[in-house]
């Protein structure tokens, strides 16, 4: 089966710039995540949705990020406006369901200037 | 790429020999276990995962081992190979009825031929 996708793979921009990253899970996976990544650190929750409903947003910075997934698959997580703390990698996950394994994309590694 | 865990804890082991890597959970609770590999570049790639009824999982090269008494979980791998030279990641999930995968913080295994 094909793994999750994540575009871009890479990006650079100014603070204060808008960003988003999109996420295309594996196919039938009903759960899909956000994940933010730091360096050499763990992954730490952002989002979890079920199919199209953000079941925890409790992690999620709602003055500056916001995420969507219309017809419970691809979603889109997007800054704005982007600040320097806020560069890191963003991984997207899914699963078939709760209590299956997670399945990662590569990420986009987000550097703020 | 740039690499993950720059500043984890580091486990290294000579070519051949059997490595052990552990992790203490937080959540009593936690019912359901994952242990994850990570390459520089990459997003986390599941290797074996263990549920709260099992003391002991076994795949291929691999065997994960909880112990509920104390919160701690340990995957070992036999016969460690260069190929396995990674940031690995144990993830705890389940508790409260939630499925929010909480991540440890990650052990460098180096791999010396």
């Known amino acids: 089966e094909a793994g999750v996708v994540q575009s871009p793979r890479y990006k650079i921009i100014e603070k204060k710039q808008p960003v988003a990253f999109w996420c295309n899970p594996i196919?039938?996976?009903?759960?899909l995540y956000w994940y933010l990544q730091n360096l050499g650190q763990g992954p730490e929750l952002l989002i979890r949705?079920?199919?199209?409903?953000?079941?925890?947003d409790s992690q999620l910075p709602k003055d500056r990020f916001s995420a969507e997934r219309l017809k419970g698959v691809d979603s889109t997580l997007k800054i704005q406006p982007a600040e320097l703390g806020d560069s890191a990698v963003y991984l997207c996950a899914s699963s078939r369901a709760r209590g299956s394994p997670l399945h990662f994309g590569n990420g986009t590694r987000l550097t703020v200037t | 790429g740039e690499s993950v865990g720059l500043h984890l804890p580091t486990l290294s082991v000579q070519e051949g020999d059997n490595s052990i890597i552990n992790c203490a959970y937080s959540?009593?609770?936690?019912?359901?276990f994952i242990w994850y590999k990570q390459e520089s570049g990459k997003g986390p790639q599941f290797i074996i995962d263990i549920r709260s009824n099992m003391d002991k999982r076994q795949g291929q090269r691999v065997t994960v081992l909880l112990n509920k008494t104390v919160k701690h979980l340990s995957l070992q791998i036999a016969a460690t190979q260069p190929g396995d030279s990674a940031v690995y990641f144990c993830?705890?999930?389940?508790?409260?009825?939630?499925?929010?995968?909480?991540f440890g913080t990650g052990t460098r295994l180096k791999v010396l031929a």
């Open positions: 993830a705890e999930s389940g508790g409260s009825g939630t499925y929010k995968y909480i």
């Open positions: 959540n009593s609770a936690s019912d359901y």
């Open positions: 949705y079920e199919n199209e409903e953000a079941v925890d």
């Open positions: 196919s039938g996976h009903n759960t």
